[in-house]
């Protein structure tokens, strides 16, 4: 029988999830069976997970996918016309008029990667954007691997490394790892919203001599977990750097649309480096991604993402197409994605309602956001900076220092142990900071805000409640 | 001035190219949207702009084509060619993706019923929630029931069961697990000649070997141990073989195995401590008299101990095939058996890293293992729809068979099952020259001509492998009967044509 000295060691060295969704779904799993708990339910808000923590879907795009899905509802009167005719047009894109054919090209429907590119065009003031270089995928994740997949050579000291960001998307790490890449963390700044600060990327540069091999640069903006936005003069710099550095740009600007805080504008990369004109222009490689789970759509389940890629070498770019051959991506989420980048427009029956279901979801994220903020810098030895953007925030914790040995004894990092005992308690599971890249000295928690103000509520409840109990356990 | 960058890439020059990326993507190939499947793309791109700008249908840059539309029977893509949804399918899915829905009287009670329960199972009660790696559990455990259904009461462990995108995800995560070593040590992996190139194309890109065993084309593609033998022996001397790939029924060949064959290919696998994938996607599309579709898993089990308790599997499964066509919902799974539990830990870890399989398509294939049942409103309509599709498929096998087998140099094996055709071509010697000329392999040389003159595509044996001095062509059996009857004629006149002009 193969053992596990048989495995792939790139599998093996894959790091081992910390295992808090697992647990929590242990655990519903018991109070179902009608265990002996005080709560009812586990609020699991550990990823960006908007319809899980209790948001509803946008109601054109549902009814749009239902008429694709059983389109005799083509003829239901009962459903918007716009409804309808956005499903019919749609449906006219797929292969034999249904969803269940392939995709027609590996890179996604046609009608769908122009969609997004004049989506992108208007977006970005007019620069243009050609659908032959929109690759469509199942999910932004899938989208990210693809990339590294390509860039993706060599082995111990000739590995390929990329800078990340630290903080970094939780599920971010493990990706490196599966596709034999060195992570080359560079640290945003947490006293100043977690700012890019450029010196931290050439520190991270310098740390990856006769370690590897750095050949890219991934950003997340807005940050994900931050929430920071950066500023066209950070971007600017970042792109000098990757230019100067020989570093291929990758950008994943999955919160584009849930932009808060005040006087805060999302600019997107592509945009920038045009704006910068020669040589950057046509030089800089960069590849854009975005998807479906945002804060508007929050249809993570569906997986839809796409990328833009932008100066990629054309036997590359085709190599890049060749890879998703034999796999087309999902149908239902392209559509999905087509409405997203092309909503109803003023005068559409739908447009009124849809409007408003994306203003109270922005005006939810921003209270809550701000909410959850202030309250957790009023808990004791909890700091957070403010979110202007995105799904989460991401506290610091000060926790005492019994805890922590008790946690070194337990063999557990510390914020794992305050995840585990929080989930354990109070039936909340918030994601420990170590996934993001953080470690002992600077732990931290990330949670997802956007749920209904009375869940916030709910969770904020509880948070102070175990939190405080937590500091009388271990007095400081 | 210019200055050097830190990894040393002048300034300005591509950091990304194709001697900088990863090496084995280059070697990745997919002959199902290769190069023909592109040239009638672009035929078809044509045909649609000049019929708009002139009014003129069938002409393409001045050149008039003899044909008005390109049919592509490249892909086994049910929809795409006009086959029917199952109803109670899209019912169930319509109501999942807008629950307002079920306040409407004109969805059956027993779709609503499902639905209620599949977004029960859902974060949030909506498809769009983020689900456990592993997908769904309630939906694992109805896949681990069909199983046992299945196969006849044999216990199925819904902890074994993976839902992935597709089964084309779940086999290459299990190639990505399997494949090690350096050298002589690298792993090897069995498939057939022919094979389903998405085999071919993850071997390259995983840089594992390839161990290529041949069918027998003189006894309708069976499967030969001691050709497994062969194979193994020879690969033995340069990699270590560690994986054997079976595809029942066959793609793109449709043979269905029989138990005989199925019994030997296990016990094969015993012997050689080799780990059986069993790619089980076409297993309701079995035709042939005689024919009979046998998990591996329900053989291997109904062999004893002996085997059942030791000899390691994966069995795949998905929604795109069968008589359901729902390719582009991406819903698969897989089965593992006696996988060492250290190595399940990483199997469920690798499927993490991906977060989850697409929620829609775990939906499907929830309905897919579990249909309505005879005291359930929907269950003649969703028989009578099952009954036809698969009826058709039996038909068309049948004609398909018939009529290539009267044309002079096209030799037809009876499609037992799948839904293809891969019949062999006798191609003039002077055809052969030509194609070398124009740097084209024989059967890519044949199905161009073939796709400009007639508008049809296929894709060229070459694509699949086979054997050396051999020439094929995959075709798909489904476009809508007249239709196909019509691609068939149009096939024969195209090969008389062909043969004549190259004699």
């Not at chain 1, 600019?267 to 004109?277: A, N, P």
């Not at chain 1, 249809?299 to 932008?310: A, H, K, S």
């Not at chain 2, 329900?298 to 069995?315: C, H, I, R, T, Y």
């Not at chain 2, 087998?405 to 037992?416: A, H, L, S």
Request: charged share 25%; aromatic share 6%; glycine share 8%.
């Amino acid at each position: 029988m193969s053992s596990v000295q048989d495995v792939n060691p790139r599998v093996r060295r894959i790091r081992t999830p910390v295992g808090l969704q697992s647990l929590a779904a242990r655990i519903t799993e018991q109070l179902s069976q009608g265990g002996q708990k005080p709560f009812q339910k586990v609020t699991d808000v550990s990823s960006g997970d908007p319809h899980r923590a209790g948001m509803p879907p946008l109601s054109f795009v549902r009814q749009v996918l239902a008429v694709c899905l059983y389109p005799e509802l083509l003829g239901e009167d009962s459903l918007p016309l716009d409804v309808r005719q956005r499903a019919q047009k749609l449906l006219e894109a797929c292969n034999g008029g249904s969803i269940g054919s392939y995709s027609p090209s590996s890179c996604g429907i046609p009608q769908i990667q122009k969609s997004v590119a004049e989506f992108i065009t208007r977006r970005d003031a007019g620069i243009p954007s050609d659908p032959e270089n929109i690759v469509l995928c199942s999910g932004s994740q899938k989208v990210l691997s693809l990339v590294l997949h390509l860039l993706s050579r060599g082995e111990g000291l000739t590995q390929t490394g990329v800078l990340i960001p630290l903080p970094c998307p939780h599920t971010l790490p493990m990706l490196l790892d599966e596709e034999g890449l060195t992570p080359l963390p560079y640290r945003l700044l947490e006293d100043q919203g977690w700012a890019l600060e450029p010196d931290q990327l050439h520190g991270a540069l310098r740390a990856a001599r006769g370690r590897c091999e750095p050949r890219a640069i991934y950003i997340s903006n807005p940050g994900n977990p931050t929430g920071h936005v950066q500023d066209r003069k950070t971007i600017r710099e970042v792109i000098r750097f990757a230019s100067s550095e020989g570093l291929v740009l990758l950008v994943e600007e999955v919160f584009q649309d849930s932009v808060f805080g005040r006087d805060k504008t999302f600019l997107s990369y592509k945009k920038v480096l045009f704006e910068m004109g020669e040589p950057y222009s046509d030089t800089v490689e960069l590849v854009s991604l975005h998807s479906i789970s945002t804060a508007r759509m929050g249809e993570c389940g569906l997986r839809g993402g796409y990328m833009e890629v932008v100066n990629i070498d054309p036997d590359v770019q085709q190599a890049l197409k060749n890879m998703q051959a034999p796999s087309s991506p999902p149908i239902l989420p392209q559509l999905a994605l087509e409405v997203m980048v092309n909503p109803p427009a003023p005068g559409d029956p739908s447009e009124k309602e849809y409007t408003q279901e994306i203003l109270r979801m922005d005006d939810i994220l921003a209270q809550n956001a701000r909410r959850a903020c202030e309250f957790l810098n009023d808990l004791p030895g909890v700091s957070c900076q403010p979110a202007m953007a995105g799904l989460f925030l991401y506290p610091r914790l000060n926790l005492p220092a019994q805890m922590l040995e008790e946690a070194e004894a337990l063999g557990v990092e510390a914020d794992v142990l305050f995840c585990q005992r929080f989930l354990e308690e109070e039936r909340v599971c918030f994601g420990p900071g170590c996934e993001n890249g953080h470690d002992r000295n600077d732990l931290h928690v990330r949670f997802c805000v956007l749920m209904p103000p009375a869940a916030l509520e709910e969770v904020l409840t509880r948070l102070r409640s175990f939190h405080l109990r937590l500091l009388d356990q271990f007095p400081h | 001035m210019s200055r050097e960058a830190t990894n040393g890439v002048p300034c300005g020059a591509r950091v990304l190219t194709l001697d900088t990326m990863n090496p084995n993507v280059r070697r990745v190939e997919y002959a199902v949207r290769g190069p023909i499947v592109q040239r009638a793309v672009q035929i078809e791109k044509e045909l649609r702009e000049v019929t708009f700008k002139t009014r003129r249908p069938g002409t393409t840059r001045g050149v008039k084509k003899p044909f008005t539309e390109v049919i592509k029977a490249n892909i086994g893509d049910a929809h795409a060619m006009g086959q029917r949804p199952i109803t109670f399918f899209r019912q169930v899915l319509a109501l999942c993706s807008y629950p307002e829905l079920l306040e409407d009287n004109k969805f059956p009670e027993d779709a609503k019923k499902r639905a209620r329960r599949i977004l029960d199972a859902c974060g949030g009660h909506s498809l769009g929630a983020y689900s456990a790696s592993q997908g769904i559990e309630c939906i694992r455990q109805d896949v681990a029931r069909y199983i046992e259904r299945r196969d006849g009461g044999i216990s199925s462990n819904p902890d074994n069961i993976y839902l992935s995108t597709g089964a084309s995800d779940a086999i290459v995560t299990i190639l990505k697990m399997l494949v090690c070593g350096e050298g002589r040590d690298r792993t090897g992996v069995m498939i057939s000649i022919p094979q389903y190139p998405l085999y071919s194309a993850a071997l390259a890109d995983l840089g594992a070997v390839q161990i290529s065993y041949y069918l027998e084309e003189e006894s309708c593609w069976s499967l030969n141990v001691t050709e497994l033998r062969r194979a193994l022996n020879e690969a033995k001397q340069h990699c270590k073989p560690r994986v054997l790939c079976i595809i029942n029924p066959g793609n793109p060949t449709g043979q269905v195995q029989s138990r005989q064959c199925i019994e030997d290919v296990i016990r094969f696998a015993k012997e050689e401590h080799l780990f059986l994938m069993a790619d089980e996607v076409y297993q309701d599309n079995v035709y042939a008299d005689g024919c009979k579709f046998h998990s591996f898993k329900k053989v291997l089990f109904e062999m004893g101990p002996e085997f059942s308790s030791k000899v390691e599997m994966a069995s795949f499964h998905s929604t795109s095939k069968c008589y359901m066509g729902e390719c582009g919902f991406r819903g698969g799974y897989m089965e593992v058996i006696n996988m060492d539990p250290q190595v399940k830990a990483q199997l469920t870890k690798l499927v993490s890293v991906r977060l989850c399989p697409p929620v829609p398509g775990q939906a499907l294939l929830d309905l897919v293992v579990n249909p309505p049942q005879p005291d359930e409103p929907s269950y003649s309509t969703f028989m009578k729809e099952r009954k036809a599709v698969l009826a058709d498929l039996a038909e068309k096998a049948r004609l398909t068979e018939e009529i290539f087998n009267t044309v002079p140099g096209i030799t037809c094996n009876p499609v037992q099952g799948a839904m293809y055709t891969f019949p062999r071509i006798a191609l003039p010697q002077k055809a052969i020259d030509k194609a070398k000329e124009q740097g084209l392999v024989p059967d890519m040389f044949y199905c161009m001509r073939l796709l400009e003159e007639e508008g049809i595509c296929l894709v060229p044996g070459s694509g699949f492998g086979q054997k050396e001095g051999t020439f094929h062509f995959r075709m798909t059996i489904l476009p809508p009967t007249e239709k196909l009857k019509v691609v068939l004629q149009k096939i024969r006149d195209f090969h008389l044509k062909f043969t004549q002009e190259f004699s």
